[in-house]
């Protein structure tokens, strides 16, 4: 019976070993699958946890970029819309800041812009600034013109005119004068598409502006004075692409090429409505009060006014400025006359409720720069007068303007000595 048991109990202990056995192989191959780099490897470890966080990492990287792209392309199409707007506000705010800094202590930051401080020198031999510098060209003004006056202008200078229908006839003896005395920077700023069509068939230069209504309208139907208004506010743009302009108005005839006869040294440079020494340059006019009794005698400087339809202007801030005024007070006042205007902003001093325009300016040669009532009151009836040969004659004076302007072209041309008699000095 001892013997019987001893079998069973080794007979137990041997199966169990065997199931140990196999529940040991078993738990071998399972962490095997798992754990292929050991169950007490760290590298394993780190390994398994790298790319756990890689793959997340992916994933979240993967949506935040769509997001943040699609963020970048809303902004971007924003900023795109908005673009054209800032630049023109940037514009707009150099042109005021250019303007604000014409004001207090013009003088002394004029003078630091030109150049350094320097003392006064001896007596007789100190003479003031002229000259206002000429600012900077900006061609995103006008793009069109800006290529259009590249081709035309010589040395950033040319003649221009204004004109529509109404002055066909004379527009064509004007630029006859032009070719004939060989200027070529001029320009036609035509007022409508029939003078358009008309300077590129005489192979005359010539500038269509975009459309616009307030121009347009007194362009196409407009009268001397008014079409004469226009030029205010077209000629800015020249200016601000950095171009000098020599503004004609269209009954004149040129004799010489007038670029050789300036100074240049003035913001505007002027022919005169003067006849005579005194009414073109100036005067000590007497005012006498007898009631006043020892002060009776009042002394007051004349001169006659600058002709609006003949001018040299460069491309200074001052100019500008005056171009501005003359434009405002223009489009305000409808019963202004330019020419009037044009004067009164030139020489008004600055006084209590006003601040003058701080512009040099210089009056052209009267027997150079002619005005027809020179011609015919003083010049055709002088023997040694009837010799000059003029820049140009500016038949301002007289209504009869295309006869007499044909006349001009006899007499200084043809060398037809009586061209001039058959007309009154003054008009009929």
Not at 88 to 95: A, G, N, S, Y
Not at 155 to 167: P, T
Not at 237 to 246: A, K, N, R
Request: aromatic content about 10%.
């Amino acid at each position: 019976m001892a013997v019987g048991r001893r079998d069973k109990a080794a007979s137990f202990r041997g199966s169990r070993i065997v199931v140990a056995i196999v529940i040991g192989v078993l738990l071998g191959c399972v962490i095997a699958f798992l754990f292929p780099y050991g169950l007490f490897n760290p590298a394993a470890s780190v390994q398994n946890r790298r790319i756990g966080k890689t793959n997340f990492q992916i994933g979240s990287s993967s949506c935040e970029s769509s997001e943040r792209s699609k963020m970048l392309k809303s902004e971007i199409v924003s900023l795109s819309e908005k673009n054209s707007e800032l630049k023109k506000q940037v514009r707009d705010l150099t042109e005021r800041l250019q303007l604000a800094e014409q004001g207090k202590d013009q003088a002394q930051k004029q003078f630091l812009v030109l150049g350094e401080q320097h003392k006064a020198g001896p007596f007789g031999t100190v003479k003031a600034l002229r000259t206002n510098p000429t600012v900077v060209p900006d061609d995103s003004v006008n793009p069109r013109l800006a290529k259009i006056l590249e081709k035309v202008a010589v040395r950033k200078e040319l003649i221009v005119a204004l004109a529509n229908s109404n002055v066909k006839e004379m527009l064509e003896v004007w630029f006859s004068s032009i070719k004939r005395v060989g200027i070529p920077n001029y320009l036609v700023i035509a007022l409508d598409d029939h003078i358009e069509e008309f300077c590129k068939s005489n192979d005359v230069p010539v500038y269509k502006r975009d459309p616009d209504a307030g121009i347009d309208a007194v362009g196409r139907s407009g009268g001397n004075h008014a079409v004469s208004g226009l030029k205010f506010r077209i000629l800015r743009e020249f200016l601000q692409l950095g171009y000098s302009v020599l503004l004609s108005d269209v009954d004149i005839i040129y004799l010489q090429n007038p670029f050789n006869h300036l100074y240049r040294d003035s913001d505007v440079e002027s022919m005169t409505d003067g006849h005579n020494n005194m009414t073109a340059y100036g005067y000590n006019d007497v005012f006498d009060e007898p009631a006043m009794g020892w002060a009776r005698y009042a002394h007051t400087m004349r001169i006659w006014v600058y002709n609006s339809g003949f001018f040299f202007i460069r491309p200074t801030i001052p100019s500008i400025e005056l171009l501005d005024r003359v434009a405002d007070r223009l489009a305000k006042q409808s019963n202004s006359w330019d020419q009037a205007v044009f004067n009164e902003e030139l020489f008004f001093p600055s006084h209590p409720g006003y601040e003058g325009l701080h512009a040099a300016k210089r009056t052209m040669d009267f027997y150079m720069f002619m005005n027809s009532k020179v011609l015919f009151k003083t010049v055709r009836k002088d023997a040694k007068l009837k010799k000059l040969k003029p820049v140009i004659v500016h038949v301002n004076y007289h209504p009869d303007k295309l006869r007499r302007m044909k006349a001009v072209v006899e007499f200084f041309v043809n060398g037809k000595q009586d061209a001039l008699d058959p007309y009154p000095d003054g008009s009929e």
